[in-house]
């Protein structure tokens, strides 16, 4: 399991949950099938075998709040361990996906005999809240402009493959999904992303995005520069 | 440990790390005293005894980002589980403060005698996971107006003195502060707070703030249904 944001150099040593959790059941998701629904009640933890995931909200105002994308060999489901009988968030195959679910009981009796998985949890999820503390500064500091390349950067390091020429070929995420993401209307998101692709930092059609994620982090670095 | 996030019918039992964690090293930390720097080794998880504890961060772009003010009985420093070898946040004694500490070795060491207490982590952590997640919500989906009057309803929840007329009596938190929470300039949290002190809503000079939260939460609700 590797991390975005870590680097070799800041991260000395990180165990994989994997290495303590025995197998369990395996269910398969459709493209936009649903996993669990907001308000749902929700007491598994999933481990995503094959696919990407997609976590989001519905806000008090109606307007819809994306989460992140998880991709293979990540967990979602964490927030099962709080006990909560409601899902906070809804969860939904975002490409085809195959999953392993362990109920949360199941879990917790699993770190009473093997309490190296929690330490691996513990990681897992600090490193997850580590993520979001990153976005709120994104969210509180950067203007829209930024705040959408940082996104595609991420996305594109998280979700992308990354080609012999350097570019990162991904599936396509809509204008009106990445607006759910950095906080705007699809509108906003489109005419960035329409000055970003004249920029060459990308092109995108229905099919796919092909990314230039070093040259958009140099363009982002300069920008910061500037406005410093 | 309470949480201002759940209420008791999401939550059905939650594990105290405290009943798990034996006593360790107390020092007391003077009001403004850093008690570790951005960048700086970090290896410890702290427990307030007494007192509040401010963690920010600065930003790429020198911007400042208050990641949370937490109090007496919430743990911090939990970052160090990651085995980062640098911390990724500032933490300083916002009031005079008094803190258990533990090495983080010592944690782990203590999770394989005691798993209990990584379940206990999980969900107390998990808990302030989900916190940055509504955070995000509000940042990605509220107008500045609503952004601060939830800053200032959670404020109150988590750090204020309710008295016997439903008021809440806290310490001042400046402008300054409150922009680096809420995302904006000091400047606009100053005409916002304007705002909501002609409103009623609060009562604040340079010793302490009086906020009147159920009638702001009111005003919110009211305000969510208008938007709608």
Redesign the interface.
């Known amino acids: 399991m590797t991390s975005s944001s870590?680097t070799p150099?800041?991260?000395?040593?990180?165990i994989d949950p994997l290495a303590f959790l025995p197998c369990s059941t395996v269910t398969e998701y459709k493209k936009g099938k649903v996993i669990y629904e907001y308000g749902q009640a929700c007491d598994a933890l999933y481990l995503i075998l094959s696919g990407t995931v997609k976590l989001s909200?519905i806000?008090?105002?109606?307007?819809q709040?994306l989460?992140d994308l998880y991709r293979t060999e990540e967990f979602f489901g964490?927030?099962a361990?709080?006990?909560?009988?409601?899902a906070?968030?809804e969860a939904s195959a975002f490409s085809p996906s195959t999953l392993m679910i362990w109920r949360t009981a199941e879990v917790?009796e699993i770190?009473?005999a093997r309490?190296?998985l929690?330490?691996a949890?513990?990681?897992t999820?600090?490193?997850?809240?580590?993520g979001?503390?990153h976005?709120?500064?994104s969210?509180?500091?950067?203007p829209i402009e930024s705040r959408l390349a940082r996104a595609l950067i991420r996305f594109s390091d998280h979700l992308g493959a990354r080609q012999p020429d350097g570019s990162v070929v991904m599936e396509p995420l809509t204008h009106e999904l990445l607006s759910?993401?950095?906080?705007t209307s699809r509108e906003v998101v489109t005419c960035h992303m329409m000055s970003l692709r004249r920029r060459g930092f990308l092109k995108y059609s229905r099919k796919m995005i092909v990314m230039y994620p070093d040259a958009l982090k140099c363009w982002l670095e300069e920008k910061?520069k500037r406005?410093?």
């Open positions: 870590a150099a800041q991260q000395k040593r990180l909200r806000g008090d105002h109606g307007g709040l989460i964490d927030l361990l709080l006990n909560r009988s409601q906070a968030e917790e770190i009473l309490p190296q929690a330490i949890l513990l990681q999820f600090g490193q997850r809240s580590l979001f503390t976005r709120i500064e969210l509180c500091l950067e759910q993401y950095v906080g910061l406005e410093n």
